[in-house]
């Protein structure tokens, strides 16, 4: 995803301003996943969407007061790719912090570990996060004004547990 610098109107409420910026961001990062996932790639290569899938929640995260609760549902999906790109991070590093030095049984191990978690990415993404209507179906929702979380008061929070 290119970096671009976000035009911020001050003279427009955060919520305007999301609606404005968010759904371009998502629909960026959906695109940037697909061209990535578009050809062969090492697990080490992946390491580039564990990054872009962190810009995206983090920034979406921001923005919860102006979304309510259908937010945490897309901030939960990103979560399980992250998670996965994470699992996949790890064996990525560790193989390259061992460098070769703990025999080739370990290596395999590894190696295989880092592959099966490049493919459960993949299927991931193109099964549940990508599937279709999966973009329109976020794109939408940032589009859409809604009514801020509401905060929990004392007394509920209490009652809730």
């Known amino acids: 995803m290119a970096k671009r610098k976000i035009k911020w109107d001050e003279h427009t409420t955060a919520a305007a301003n ?12 959906f695109k940037e996943v697909r061209d990535f996932l578009a050809t062969d790639r090492e697990p080490k290569e992946f390491h580039r969407m564990r990054l872009a899938s962190k ?40 193989m ?9 049984e370990v290596e395999k191990f590894l190696s295989a570990r880092a592959e099966e978690k490049a493919q459960e990415f993949r299927v991931h993404w193109t099964e549940s996060f990508d599937a279709p209507k999966q973009e329109q179906w976020w794109l939408g ?9 509401r905060k929990r008061t004392v007394k509920r929070a209490l009652a809730a547990g």
């Open 96 to 104: 390259h912090l061992l460098g070769g030095r703990t025999g080739e």
């Open 55 to 94: 810009r995206v929640r983090y920034t979406l995260e921001l923005f919860r007061p102006c979304y309510g609760p259908g937010l945490e549902e897309r901030l939960d999906a990103l979560k399980t790719l992250q998670d996965a790109l994470g699992d996949l991070n790890d064996a990525v590093a560790t």
């Open 141 to 149: 929702f940032l589009r859409k004004p809604h009514a801020p979380a």
């Open 18 to 29: 999301a609606r404005r910026i968010l759904p371009r961001l998502a629909a960026g990062y």
